[in-house]
């Protein structure tokens, strides 16, 4: 069975920072690209950001560039997300999936991507 796994949520202060972990078992994440995506209270679910299966290419939400790090080791199946300077409007559910595609370019738009973990909470606020 695949399963994702995200960690590593909290509580923060603005301009504090936070690093997820993404971990996926039942999977060899390595040939997918990996996306993270986030959703607020009475919000949609929004692109954050992702990487290509192999490092190469890395998106981001305009809001969060400069700020958040999308990274991977694919010998431990895992991806991260670095969260610095961040600000009470980057609060909510933090969720990562695969992309439906092996070694394709990673995309932005949530159909494209499958087993989605059960999310981790990021909370901003003073």
């Known amino acids: 069975q695949v399963q994702l796994v995200e960690s590593g949520g909290g509580l923060v202060q603005p301009g504090g920072s936070l690093r997820l972990s993404c971990v996926a078992s039942g999977l060899n994440l390595d040939s997918y690209a990996v996306g993270w995506f986030r959703q607020a209270p009475g919000k949609e679910r929004e692109f954050v950001a992702t990487i290509s299966w192999n490092s190469l290419t890395a998106?981001?939400?305009?809001?969060?560039?400069?700020?958040?790090?999308?990274?991977?080791?694919?010998?431990?199946?895992?991806?991260?997300?670095?969260?610095?300077?961040?600000?009470?409007?980057?609060?909510?559910?933090?969720?990562?999936?695969?992309d439906r595609l092996r070694m394709g370019v990673p995309r932005r738009n949530i159909p494209s991507y499958e087993n989605w973990g059960q999310g981790t909470q990021v909370t901003v606020s003073s």
């Open 59 to 98: 998106y981001y939400r305009d809001s969060v560039q400069g700020r958040f790090a999308i990274s991977r080791d694919n010998a431990k199946s895992i991806v991260y997300l670095q969260m610095n300077n961040l600000k009470p409007e980057d609060t909510a559910v933090y969720y990562c999936a695969s």
